[in-house]
């Protein structure tokens, strides 16, 4: 499996205000995602990282609230923009290795905006 | 992907088998069934996928019905450790997890 680590792992911040989240893997992996936890809820996927390119976002969210960036095949961030308590939730980065294909999760990070 | 239904909690005794229900009986040919859990405040953990055999690693054993319409994953020796929300996804050829509310299962001491 691929060691996945996010920084920071949690932050509370206000609204209006942009946090970036860093996702740092180990090992070569082909695709790179951001899922969000809200809470009490079960994970929802954002966005695929592609490397060099814009990333594919899922219905329901948009590139100028959740600029992604890969500029390598290990590391990804995402920022999360003007912030709200709307906003308020884990975000995980998830992988899938070149390894076996299978697909891991970082530890999250933790974000209240108030 | 097709979906999938899970109790909403189990309760399972420490040292006992904890056996999880998944049923999914809109599953596809080529749809894979994965479970992974997550246990509070970290990021899911996979456990075990499988296609039409029963399949079985190091953490559990997942048994999947003939006509693949139905699952169980089985943990062999339930510890307080393994309290956590287990999640049983039917996966197709695309990359996409889609994650429903899960199983959350309880092991008491």
């Known amino acids: 499996s691929a060691v996945i680590s996010q920084k920071p792992s949690r932050d509370i911040c206000q609204r209006g205000t942009s946090l970036t989240i860093q996702c740092q893997v180990d090992s070569q992996v082909t695709m790179m995602f951001w899922y969000r936890q809200q809470p009490g809820q079960s994970l929802t996927l954002i966005a695929t990282a592609n490397q060099g390119s814009e990333a594919t976002y899922e219905s329901g969210f948009v590139i100028d609230k959740f600029p992604i960036s890969r500029p390598n095949l290990t590391f990804s961030t995402l920022t999360v923009s003007n912030m709200s308590p709307e906003d308020s939730s884990i975000y995980l980065c998830s992988v899938i290795t070149v390894e076996n294909y299978e697909q891991y999760f970082g530890p999250g990070t933790r974000l209240t905006v108030t | 992907d097709a979906k999938t239904t899970q109790p909403p909690s189990m309760d399972c005794a420490e040292g006992r088998a904890a056996n999880l229900p998944c049923n999914h009986s809109t599953i596809s040919g080529n749809e894979y069934v994965y479970w992974y859990r997550q246990i509070h405040s970290q990021g899911p953990q996979y456990i075990i996928h499988?296609?039409?055999n029963n399949e079985t690693n190091e953490m559990a054993s997942l048994i999947i019905t003939e006509d693949r319409k139905s699952s169980t994953l089985i943990l062999p020796h339930a510890t307080l450790r393994d309290t956590a929300v287990y999640y049983c996804i039917v996966k197709g050829s695309n990359y996409k997890l889609t994650f429903g509310k899960g199983t959350l299962l309880t092991v008491n001491p």
């Open positions: 499988g296609l039409k």
